[in-house]
């Protein structure tokens, strides 16, 4: 059997292919027939430029169907996907196309120039635009092209131990990893998903998380594809775009800020809820507050899962059984889940430890790592995944912090080091410490705190500005304070417990 993921969609496809896909915010509908022409297209394409059997294809574009398409075109010609976050600027995309090496990369027209450069630089050979806007040297745009290929493609076969995807866990010079997704990791979770959630007939999935993430890719575009129905594709998270067409959907799949800025919204009530089956929050933790409130506004209890880019998803909260708020519920059917202890022993229920997983969906390591990918992995084969956690005596497992000290605001991770990196370089600081304190909508905020040198003074702004140039806007801290020594213990660490503890009210 060919175990390429797009063989096990196609085998989900609806009966009726002229049924709608995808259907876009502005109210184009995607057939069946069209996903699997288009990506034929594309297919052909990529397969005509005689890439080697594993090429990367790395992808940083808007959310659309298009690029739903071109991930599916990707897997199904036997390439590895390689999504970028769409934030990410030149000193990020140098890093990745630079370790990955992608054979093809394709960038949004106003981005060509500069990702361009940063591609051959790297030894890139392909580089394409996703829309027809852009005709530069050495470019093209990838459907123009795609549209004089033929519109049929033999799935490519593949071993369930192939390589489907590599997703970058992080953003940050020389500590992001890539985390390599299998077919087998990618198929089994969809279909643990697709059983644990009760996917039904006549399902609509309501779109709004980004489409290079995890979430978004796999647990959302992924479950809706195996169950061949129908999502509608909102390009960015709005909160009355959700809630007008929340009445024409039944699943929705949210980061908990989503939750939280719905509930902020007065028109958000029971009745846009009506028709729903189920919401789903991830990716980071859910107030217990916010499934509260969520609860007593719509009658709805969210159900919590917990997963990562390196396992996809781990652990979730029952369908039918008891959701219960804070907790990210029991191992799915087939993955294995243990907290262990500082000594190595699993803990006793309610004790507090690192958790580690196996299963099927567990991926084969980080790319060109092998030294990480070995310290990341136990003896007995289980992933650290750096979470710490409990089980409780339903034998639902918690989250209550991880073990490293990123931060994890609106969703996506940002790692201190980095950022810490970029503002000791400015002129005039000494050290810094980034550390994450709670935030209402972000979950966490990221927030600086800075030693100048003698003699020497900034202002927040000034700080703010100075980084906003260089990373992405979700790294940029959201407030910056100034003390004279950073707390240290005594090895020498920073405390970031004590900065926590001072900044998260201020
Ligand atoms: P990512 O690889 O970007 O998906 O980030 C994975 C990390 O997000 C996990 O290791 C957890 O720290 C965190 N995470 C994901 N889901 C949850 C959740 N439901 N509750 C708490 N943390 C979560």
């Not at 184009?28 to 990529?46: F, P």
């Not at 049929?152 to 953003?171: E, H, N, R």
């Amino acid at each position: 059997m060919n175990a390429n993921l797009y063989a096990l969609f196609e085998s989900a496809f609806p009966a009726d292919r002229s049924a709608c896909c995808i259907e876009s915010h502005l109210g184009q509908y995607y057939s069946w027939d069209d996903i699997d022409r288009a990506s034929a297209g594309i297919a052909n394409l990529l397969t005509s430029l005689k890439l080697d059997k594993d090429a990367r294809i790395a992808v940083q574009v808007e959310k659309s169907p298009e690029a739903l398409i071109l991930y599916l075109a990707t897997i199904r010609a036997g390439y590895v996907y390689l999504p970028l976050n769409t934030a990410y600027r030149a000193s990020e995309i140098a890093y990745f196309v630079g370790n990955a090496e992608p054979a093809v990369v394709v960038c949004s027209p106003k981005n060509f120039g500069w990702v361009a450069q940063c591609a051959f630089k790297a030894g890139t050979r392909h580089v394409f635009t996703l829309d027809d806007g852009h005709n530069g040297r050495n470019s093209g745009s990838l459907l123009d092209r795609a549209r004089h290929q033929p519109d049929t493609f033999q799935t490519v076969d593949k071993q369930p131990d192939d390589l489907a995807a590599i997703l970058y866990t992080s953003g940050t010079t020389g500590r992001s990893k890539g985390a390599m997704l299998s077919h087998e990791n990618l198929a089994s979770n969809a279909k643990v998903l697709k059983e644990f959630w009760q996917w039904q007939p006549g399902d609509v999935l309501l779109h709004a998380l980004p489409l290079f993430h995890v979430h978004g890719l796999f647990v959302a575009s992924n479950g809706a594809l195996l169950n061949g129905s129908k999502m509608i594709f909102l390009p960015k998270f709005d909160t009355a775009d959700v809630i007008r067409l929340l009445p024409r959907s039944t699943v929705f799949m949210g980061v908990p800020t989503f939750y939280s800025r719905l509930l902020a919204d007065p028109a958000f009530d029971a009745a846009a809820c009506a028709g729903m089956r189920l919401f789903i929050s991830g990716s980071a933790p859910l107030l217990t507050e916010t499934f509260n409130a969520f609860k007593r506004r719509t009658g709805h209890t969210i159900l919590e899962r917990y997963g990562m880019s390196e396992t996809t998803m781990l652990t979730s909260n029952p369908y039918d059984g008891e959701r219960v708020g804070g907790t990210v519920g029991a191992p799915l059917p087939g993955v294995q889940v243990r907290v262990m202890n500082q000594t190595g022993e699993e803990c006793a229920t309610v004790e507090i430890g690192d958790v580690q997983v196996r299963g099927p969906n567990v991926f084969k390591g980080y790319w060109r790592m092998p030294e990480k990918t070995a310290e990341e992995f136990t003896a007995d084969g289980y992933f650290k995944t750096g979470d710490v956690g409990k089980f409780d005596a339903r034998g639902y497992l918690s989250i209550v912090g991880r073990s490293k000290d990123l931060i994890i605001t609106g969703g996506y991770n940002v790692y201190p080091k980095e950022i810490e990196t970029l503002i000791d370089d400015i002129d005039g600081v000494l050290e810094s410490a980034v550390i994450g304190v709670p935030h209402a909508d972000f979950g966490e905020a990221v927030t600086a705190v800075i030693v100048a040198k003698p003699g020497k003074r900034f202002s927040e702004a000034e700080i703010i500005s100075a980084l906003k140039s260089n990373i992405a806007n979700f790294k940029v801290p959201k407030r910056v304070f100034f003390i004279e020594d950073l707390p240290r213990n005594t090895m020498g660490k920073v405390q970031k417990n004590l900065l926590r503890d001072r900044f998260q009210a201020a």
